[in-house]
């Protein structure tokens, strides 16, 4: 049974159970809002899913909101990107109240500058979410994760904390990064995280992760959704800190002879869209392993 009849039929039989109809069920939602979501890893998600026509034996792509909160439509803006490339879509739902800026955007890393317990860091629950998934569908599955904005911020922190399976992870104009270095201090950088031989080697690590920086080449006009002093000394708009976090990765590398394994992809006139950057066909060269 795929694993989008199977949410399918475990949201009507939820439904049935509770005796009515709920009017903001959607279609494709794993379950309905009034249902709950699903635990992962003992967090309730919900979870918005979209499975090719035609495509038996499709690799998983998680797709990951901005800070509208708004996963439903981000899953839409992917279907075209799942039907040529049979990819299963499965986008989950970080709400404002469960997952503040600190725990979504910054991934759980720090609060109030301390530094959380590893096991807690949002992050975590991606890894869980590909190994539910897996176990839905009763098969191995390579999975890929493509963020814009909000949730490339969290994307990032992801690609420098927490080990995944990610064939390649792609960030879309984020409004900050994890600048590869220990001397700034976490969630902008490893530092007070890591220091020492450990913080090299894992310096190191974040180099050698499957990270792409897609870059709408518009995307330079300054607001406020990431603002903060850090943010700003890593360049003076979105897409100048994406290109200068790249360079320095790059020239991190360089210099210690680490492979580099991140990819920097540009989108001539587009700025801060999510439905632009996920509809361009550069999106392809961005998601290849």
């Not at 979105?238 to 290109?243: A, D, I, P």
Request: overall charge positive; glycine content about 8%.
């Amino acid at each position: 049974m795929s694993v989008l009849r199977n949410w399918r039929e475990r949201a009507k039989k939820a439904l049935d159970e509770q005796g009515q109809q709920h009017p903001r069920c959607d279609p494709y939602a794993v379950v309905c809002f009034r249902a709950g979501g699903v635990d992962i890893a003992g967090t309730r998600l919900t979870v918005f899913t979209y499975r090719p026509a035609n495509c038996s034996d499709p690799s998983l792509l998680m797709v990951f909101h901005g800070n509208a909160r708004n996963a439903r439509t981000y899953r839409d803006y992917a279907q075209a990107l799942a039907d040529r490339h049979c990819l299963l879509l499965v986008a989950p739902l970080f709400d404002r109240r469960d997952f503040p800026a600190w725990r979504y955007q910054r991934g759980g890393i720090v609060k109030d500058g301390v530094v959380q317990n590893p096991q807690d860091w949002t992050g975590m629950l991606v890894p869980a979410l590909a190994d539910w998934v897996r176990q839905q569908e009763g098969r191995p599955l390579d999975y890929s994760l493509l963020g814009h904005s909000a949730g490339s911020q969290f994307l990032e922190r992801l690609a420098a904390f927490v080990p995944t399976q990610a064939r390649r992870i792609i960030v879309a104009n984020p409004g900050s990064y994890v600048s590869p270095s220990l001397d700034v201090a976490a969630p902008y950088g490893l530092g007070k995280v890591y220091a020492g031989a450990d913080g090299e080697a894992q310096l190191r690590r974040y180099l050698e992760q499957p990270l792409t920086i897609y870059l709408g080449e518009g995307d330079t006009h300054v607001d406020d959704r990431d603002d903060s002093p850090e943010a700003r000394a890593q360049g003076g708009s979105r897409h100048e800190r994406g290109v200068n976090v790249f360079n320095a990765g790059r020239t991190l590398a360089q210099e210690r002879g680490w492979t580099f394994n991140w990819r920097l992809v540009e989108l001539p006139g587009v700025g801060h869209s999510a439905q632009k950057m996920f509809a361009a066909p550069q999106l392809a060269d961005a998601l290849a392993p």
